[in-house]
């Protein structure tokens, strides 16, 4: 594979982020397969956080850190029951960019959503110079969940990713591991065996692309 222009080492910094925060934020019932649950993205994205900064601490890369120390929303003077999203006051992308100073890479994690329930694909953005990467952790996102789309990869710009990258980290992407909208994704993101497995096939990827 070709060289990159930047690598880690197990001893750089790494630095996770679950794209929401709160009990139900984005969440959506479903039936799959006779099975009713209700999805919730900031929970199991959450989940995913906490299962691949294990991993990548199982392979090495012991720096590994979460962004926000819990998945309660911020608020100046904490929850209050029936506030909606508006109402909230949660960490915005530009503050989530600027906490990744000092660190050499970063991910921030989500479930997309889409009006037709059967998008059911991996989206992946990154900067022009980490295609390779983009290109990698998108295919090992299709190929664990078996997803039926075509890998979406997306190299411009886009805040959160450009904000952190001018706080100083080279590295930095946001990841779209298919839809919340679509049943079979939900039913699979739902699953904590199936977020081990996504998390590995993460670190497996990070470990490949960034180690010399
Ligand atoms: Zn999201």
Redesign the pocket.
Known sequence: MPPFFYSVSHFQKILIDA??AGEDY?SITHTYNGNQFTYS?SQR?WALQEYLIQALKNIGFINTERLRATNNFVTTDGPVSGQTWGDWNEVEETERGKRATGFDLFIQL????ADNANADHALVVGRPNTVTFVNSLAEAIKNTMKLVGNSNIITTDYLVVTEAIKAGCPLSFLT?NSFHTNARAAYWLMQDENLLKLAKAYAKVIKNHFIP
């Not at 989500?110 to 959503?113: D, L």
């Open positions: 794209g929401h984005n993205e994205i989500h479930s997309n959503a779209e």
